[in-house]
């Protein structure tokens, strides 16, 4: 096997590459960002009496869009202000959309990251730093997540304020077909802990184990169909393998770093194997926090 040694540049101090170089490059590829399966929405976005954004991409599968600045060098206050005073134009200009703050910069230091991480407790904010690597004739650009968005507090931590109800609650505004989907999901839970039980919100369904919640899962009983909701990251590997098993899958729930997934009567023993692996996914992930 043939070793290959990697030059860094500097794209700043380049005399070839600057950054409208990364910005072509990030919009022929948009996954280099590590972003999941985005694509591109725009470049050099006009936004009013404020300048240009550099990229907007936005999730395939969902309604997240994510504003992207981009900037050599190190990144500095007016950086940060201006991917911020972006982000919150986009936010007011598309509220039906889910808006999340990027800053790309080839170094941030541990002051800025301090800085970034204080924001990122208010506002949706990732922070990416770029290496450009050169070998012979050849340059590419690495991105690594330095600070990633702040996730929202799971619904177990807000348990404690949560309306309990109990099964007649929601075999009232759901069915008792539909809520009989969760006794059938509760099953295959219990596979992983025998103690695991149905906890019946006021907005959801959870699972709790000696009264104290656990919900990695969670189940939404509507009239017709059931709202199964494992938490798991979004990636493509697993939209395709819940795709193609043929299950309806809804917009994930990025908010809450959820799947969604429409269940009618039936559908637990017709696609058994396939949510037996979910929930087995599920429970592996959660277990890792």
Do not use: C
Request: proline content about 3%.
């Amino acid at each position: 096997m043939d070793f290959t040694k990697f030059e860094t540049l500097s794209i700043k101090q380049h005399p070839e590459l600057d950054e409208k170089w990364v910005q072509a490059r990030i919009s022929e590829d948009p996954a280099l960002l590590g972003l999941g399966d985005v694509i591109l929405k725009d470049k050099e976005r006009i936004q009013p009496r404020a300048g240009r954004l550099d990229l907007l991409l936005q999730e395939a599968e969902s309604n997240r869009r994510y504003e992207v600045e981009i900037q050599l060098g190190s990144a500095d206050e007016s950086h940060i202000i201006r991917t911020i005073e972006y982000w919150d134009i986009e936010r007011r200009r598309f509220p039906q959309y889910e808006h999340t703050a990027v800053i790309v910069a080839e170094d941030i230091t541990s002051r800025f990251l301090n800085v970034i991480s204080l924001f990122n407790g208010m506002i949706p904010l990732i922070a990416i730093q770029m290496k450009a690597l050169k070998a012979g004739n050849s340059v590419g650009l690495v991105f690594t997540t330095v600070v990633d968005q702040m996730a929202l507090g799971l619904v177990d931590e807000d348990e404690e304020v949560q309306e309990t109800t109990d099964r007649t609650y929601w075999e009232q505004r759901g069915s008792k077909k539909t809520v009989a989907v969760a006794d059938e999901l509760l099953e295959l839970v219990r596979t992983h802990d025998k103690a695991l039980e149905l906890k019946y919100n006021k907005f959801y369904i959870g699972l709790a184990k000696d009264g104290h919640p656990s919900n990695f899962v969670t189940f939404r009983p509507k009239k017709g169909f059931l709202r199964f909701e494992p938490r798991l990251k979004s990636t493509t590997e697993t939209q395709e393998f819940l795709e193609s098993a043929g299950l309806d899958v809804m917009d994930y729930d990025s908010r809450w770093g959820r799947y969604r997934i429409r269940l009618q009567p039936g559908d637990v023993e017709k696609y058994r194997k396939t949510l037996s692996d979910v929930i087995d996914r599920t429970f592996a992930e959660s277990n890792k926090e």
